[in-house]
């Protein structure tokens, strides 16, 4: 298992690991980390991946500068490893939604989170980061993206992701391949509020997004998260058409 690292935005590193087995062409599970005077980890990976991860952020920075550990949502590959992260960073805290805390992580985490409200900003110094609930976008009830301020970097967990092992950022079009990754995964919860809170994404007119699984993307991204939001309204529209209702 081999992590490799790459900066993606102003000390913001993607670090990703390449698992092949999964799906047809292979599988990429990334984190992000954002260098500041209180850094933060995107992601923690699954447990079986921190050696890996951790190996690489240690080329980096010294785990115990780590200042926070912040994910999209319950899951393995999110959270994983949150507690060896802990362990291995003593001043870290993890930071989460309030749903997310009141629900999971409070009992999970070795050491309290800090519940973030919907748009309250955490100054990282040099770096800021805003987290913007988005329940059941792309899955998950305490679902939440980070917004880097300084840099317009999305954090977009699952939203937008990819099958195979692209480059670690393009400015291609990744509409068609998040698609047949939706095609295969059936992961996006298809609600009358997916497009709405993509859109409210777009409306932040990020300069990248840094996407969980595939390359993350620095092109139009106020467009391609426009498109984002037709597709699902689109299959949204579909899942509903002719669909009994009943109390």
Not at 59 to 85: I, K, Y
Not at 104 to 122: E, M
Not at 224 to 246: N, W
């Amino acid at each position: 298992m081999e992590t490799n690292v790459t900066e993606i935005a102003d000390r913001i590193y993607r670090l990703s690991t390449f698992v092949p087995e999964i799906g047809p062409t292979g599988f990429t599970f990334n984190q992000f980390l954002i260098d500041a005077d209180q850094p933060l980890l995107f992601h923690t990976g699954p447990r079986a991946m921190f050696d890996s991860v951790s190996s690489v952020v240690s080329s980096l920075m010294p785990l115990d500068r780590l200042g926070w550990v912040t994910f999209g949502h319950l899951e393995a590959d999110e959270c994983g490893a949150m507690n060896q992260w802990l362990a291995a960073a003593p001043q870290a805290q993890v930071a989460h939604t309030v749903v997310g805390c009141m629900t999971s992580i409070a009992d999970l985490a070795d050491r309290p989170p800090r519940p973030l409200q919907d748009g309250q900003v955490l100054d990282l110094g040099g770096k800021q980061v805003r987290s913007i609930d988005t329940p059941h976008v792309p899955h998950g009830w305490d679902a939440h993206v980070m917004f880097e301020e300084t840099t317009g970097t999305l954090l977009c967990g699952d939203i937008l992701t990819q099958i195979g092992n692209g480059p670690a950022i393009t400015a291609n079009d990744i509409i068609e391949a998040a698609g047949q990754a939706e095609d295969m995964f059936g992961a996006t919860c298809l609600t009358p509020n997916t497009a709405p809170t993509i859109r409210r994404l777009a409306e932040l007119r990020p300069q990248t997004l840094a996407i969980m699984h595939g390359s993350s993307f620095n092109g139009d991204c106020h467009t391609a998260l426009l498109e984002a939001a037709e597709e699902y309204e689109r299959r949204h529209s579909e899942s509903t058409r002719d669909t009994p209702t009943s109390l």
